[in-house]
């Protein structure tokens, strides 16, 4: 079983920046892809960016302005996310996908606020 706890979320000024965290216990996740989604009020969950060993991917929302990244040893990836838009206001995820699986393993959520 893999816990995942997400954090780092809070209300900044568009234009601004907050970097998101999401800490594992249970499992390695270096051994699995992790992904960051959201949910704004009344919108469907998106895809933001997802991170395997080496290479990362990420939305055409985010592009550009969102990096993901992992810190194998601290078992935790992270959202670098700048110039944040009030669009962008929404409660954020991670999830981690075991090879050849989709996204099975959800944290609890972080909300970020962008005030314009």
């Known amino acids: 079983q893999v816990q995942l706890v997400a954090s780092g979320g809070g209300l900044v000024q568009a234009g601004g920046s907050l970097r998101l965290s999401c800490a594992a216990s249970?499992?390695?996740?270096?051994?699995?892809?992790i992904g960051w989604f959201r949910q704004g009020s009344g919108k469907e969950r998106e895809f933001l960016a997802g991170?395997?060993?080496?290479?990362?991917s990420y939305a055409d929302s985010v592009r550009g302005r969102f990096t993901i990244s992992r810190d194998n040893a601290k078992n935790a990836v992270y959202l670098q996310m700048n110039g944040l838009k009030a669009e962008d206001t929404a409660l954020y995820f991670c999830?981690?996908?075991?090879?050849?699986?989709?996204?099975?393993?959800w944290g609890q959520g972080t909300q970020v606020t962008v005030s314009s």
């Open positions: 991170i395997t060993r080496n290479d990362g």
């Open positions: 999830a981690a996908a075991p090879s050849g699986m989709w996204y099975v393993y």
């Open positions: 249970g499992r390695a996740l270096s051994s699995m892809e």
